[in-house]
């Protein structure tokens, strides 16, 4: 399986996180582990902001398979601070402690904000390289 090559990995996991535009400073490593149930998943430590790819070579018996992982997972990492902000509010919740309600809600909307201005960057960005191809 030629696809799940240490170099195939990292170059699939560059070229998608520069096109996510994720934050060189964002630690992202990427592994093949046989033990996990699905295509792949996702490790994190958002405090710390490093992140563990893991790749099922057992399901991944294609390159499609394989960049398809590493997109998701990537989208899952790209998410992440959102990820944490819903799950710590949550958390919160369960414990009944108390929560400002207002300021919760201008947080999430101002997360929402940067995740639509970080889209809008990708697609901008894709847009503009298939126009570069066209002439």
């Not at 991944?60 to 998410?79: G, M, Q, R, V, Y």
């Amino acid at each position: 399986m030629e696809h799940l090559s240490k170099k195939n990995l990292n170059k699939y996991l560059r070229y998608y996180r520069n096109i996510l535009i994720i934050p060189k400073s964002w630690e992202i490593k990427i592994k093949l582990d046989n033990e996990i149930d699905e295509y792949a998943n996702v490790e994190w430590e958002y405090k710390h902001k490093k992140f563990t790819i893991n790749i099922n070579p057992n399901k991944t018996k294609t390159l499609d398979d394989l960049k398809d992982s590493i997109i998701h997972e990537l989208l899952h990492i790209l998410f992440s601070p959102t990820s944490t902000k819903i799950h710590s509010t949550l958390n919160k919740i369960a414990k009944r402690e108390k929560i400002n309600i207002i300021i919760t809600k201008k947080n999430f909307d101002k997360i929402e904000e940067l995740l639509i201005i970080h889209l809008s960057g990708i697609i901008f960005n894709i847009m503009k390289g298939s126009n570069n191809a066209k002439k």
